[in-house]
């Protein structure tokens, strides 16, 4: 009797190391999707994966993970510099719209990596699921936030209003 409980223990054992080894990897695999979308949706987070994805710094890891803010995935700016993370600077990028830099120096250096991500649609996803969008989607009145469905229109147009419907219309128009 004794032996029959230790294997039992051992399968147990056993199967929840497999289920932690499942779990770890959907996290691997939702981490990656939510990095590959926010690569997506917003040009800082884009620039610093290029730029220092390879060094595998703790430094460089931290700038990443700060640039991975996004609210109902619409990314969320700073008024810091792209090129030396210097805070409050008011220079952007004339095309994009998005990006600051604090002078014409910065922006050059800056420029050979984010004119990669510079003009690209980062409106590209529904607000409310993430949902990748096709040309027929559901558009905003006033900023360039977009929809997949009516239904996700409905759930979240009032919170869109009261929240970042106005900076986005300042940021893009």
Not at 25 to 38: A, E, H, V
Request: hydrophobic share 30%.
């Amino acid at each position: 009797m004794e032996e029959v409980k230790i294997e039992h223990i051992f399968e147990v054992d056993q199967n929840m190391e497999e289920i932690e080894e499942k779990k770890s990897n959907k996290r691997f695999t939702n981490r990656q999707q939510n990095n590959d979308l926010i690569y997506s949706i917003n040009n800082r987070y884009a620039y610093f994966k290029d730029k220092y994805d390879d060094l595998k710094e703790n430094k460089y890891e931290i700038l990443m993970e700060r640039e991975m803010k996004v609210a109902n995935f619409v990314p969320i700016y700073d008024n810091c510099c792209l090129n030396c993370d210097k805070e409050d600077v008011s220079f952007r990028c004339s095309k994009c719209r998005v990006i600051y830099f604090c002078d014409k120096d910065c922006q050059k250096e800056a420029w050979k990596i984010h004119k990669r991500h510079c003009g690209r649609d980062l409106f590209c996803v529904c607000i409310n699921c993430g949902k990748l969008l096709s040309e027929e989607s559901l558009k905003c009145s006033s900023c360039p936030v977009r929809f997949c469905s009516d239904h996700c229109y409905r759930i979240i147009i009032n919170s869109h209003i009261d929240f970042d419907c106005d900076k986005l219309k300042q940021l893009f128009t």
